[in-house]
Structures are given as structure tokens and as C-alpha cells.
Antibody, heavy 117, light 105 residues
């Protein structure tokens, strides 16, 4: 069974950092691009970042570029998102998403990040 | 940036009804459009891709169509499991989601 399980969310103050992890199983992780997508409570999903299967290419949404870093460990089938200089607008559920030919067929359950002073 | 505008924002319907949701892109996206269904507390689920292709395992009562920059998701014969929020997403240039259509049954 294809599965993605996020962890690392929690409470942070503005300016602080959090590191999210996503454990993948049930598919050839090292073959697929991976993404992070976030969703604020009551709002639609918003794409955050993408990483190529070999980790060579990384792309970011404008609102996180320079603050967030996406990475992966193919040996451990794990995706990461390092989030620095957090703001209250970064609050929401963060989903780890598998890319299959540019569409998103597999999502994790999400991990909640709450940024508040 | 490519903007995606969905309509309506909310839709009320009954079991067995046929309903349609529209998504308009701010520029050409070459048919690279997906539709997702999300239930409260769950992750979005992929229904359609490339505007009209049904994802594996999705019931055939769902269908999609395209005309230029306007895309339509149609559900024939609504079932109780179909309530929730529907999102369109363009993946022609990076990724943008619509603001959502809440389907109430």
C-alpha cells in the first residue's frame, strides 16, 4: 500500500523554525518527484515546494523562497521541509505529496503547524 | 502567476442529481488540469487529470471537459459520499489550486 506519513508539526512563535518529515512506503520513492502542499484552516490547498527524484532540482513558491528548504533522503525514503523564519501566515496543515506525471495521486494525512505569538 | 477561479463557491443538491462545477484559468494551461475531492479532516483525493481522464478507482459518474481556459467537472447521479469540497488545480506552470466549491447534499 502506498503511504505517506508526515511528522514534525506543532506550535512555534514567529521567527522560529520547524522541520517536517515525511516517511514514504509502498512505492519506489527514489523514482518520483515529491512536493509539500499546505492548507490553512478553511482555505484551499497551496503548493509550497517541489524536489526532483535525485534532489538535484528544487522549486519553491514565492512566499517561502529563502525561508523554507525542501530535501530528501532516498536511502531512507524520507522527505523533509525545513521551515525557518516562520510567520503567522505559515499556519496550516502541511501535506507530503507524491508526484506521478505532474499530478498528485497520493497525499499524506498532513501535519499541523501553528505559528502564534 | 496563473489564477484559477471556481464557480459556484457553494452548491446544494440532492441524491441522484446531476451537478457541474466550473473552473476558469487566467491563461492557457494546455489541458493540464486536475480535479480533487476533499472531505473534512481528510487530504484531497485526485479524481480527474488532463481535464477529462478519470483517475484509477474513481467512479464513472465523474467526468470532466474543457473548452479553452474553462473546465467543467460533472457528477451524474450524486451519491452521499460525494459531499465535501472540490478543487481544480492547474499543473501547466507550477501548480495553482482553485478556491474550492463546497457541495452540500
Amino acid at each position: 500500500e502506498v503511504q505517506l506519513v508526515e511528522s514534525g508539526g506543532g506550535l512555534a512563535k514567529p521567527g522560529e523554525s520547524l522541520r517536517l518529515s515525511c516517511a514514504a512506503s509502498g512505492f519506489n520513492f527514489r523514482a518520483d518527484y515529491m512536493h509539500w502542499v499546505r492548507q490553512a484552516p478553511g482555505k484551499g490547498p497551496v503548493w509550497v515546494a517541489r524536489i526532483s527524484n535525485d534532489a538535484y532540482n528544487k522549486d519553491y513558491a514565492d512566499f517561502v523562497r529563502g525561508r523554507f528548504t525542501i530535501s530528501r533522503d532516498n536511502a531512507q525514503s524520507t522527505l523533509f521541509l525545513q521551515m525557518d523564519s516562520l510567520t503567522v501566515e505559515d499556519t496550516g496543515f502541511y501535506f507530503c505529496v507524491r508526484d506521478v506525471k505532474s499530478r498528485f495521486p497520493t497525499w499524506g494525512l498532513g501535519t499541523l503547524v501553528t505559528v502564534t505569538s | 502567476d496563473i489564477q484559477m477561479t471556481q464557480s459556484p463557491s457553494t452548491l446544494s443538491a440532492s441524491i441522484g442529481d446531476r451537478v457541474s462545477i466550473t473552473c476558469r484559468a487566467s491563461q492557457s494551461i494546455g489541458g493540464f488540469l486536475a480535479w480533487y475531492h476533499q472531505r473534512p479532516g481528510k487530504a484531497p483525493k485526485l479524481l480527474m487529470y488532463e481535464a477529462s481522464k478519470l483517475e484509477s478507482g474513481v467512479p464513472s459518474r465523474f467526468s470532466g471537459s474543457a473548452s479553452g481556459t474553462e473546465f467543467t467537472l460533472t457528477i451524474n447521479g450524486l451519491q452521499p459520499d460525494d459531499f465535501g469540497t472540490y478543487y481544480c488545480q492547474q499543473y501547466n506552470y507550477y501548480y495553482t489550486f482553485g478556491q474550492g466549491t463546497k457541495l452540500e447534499i
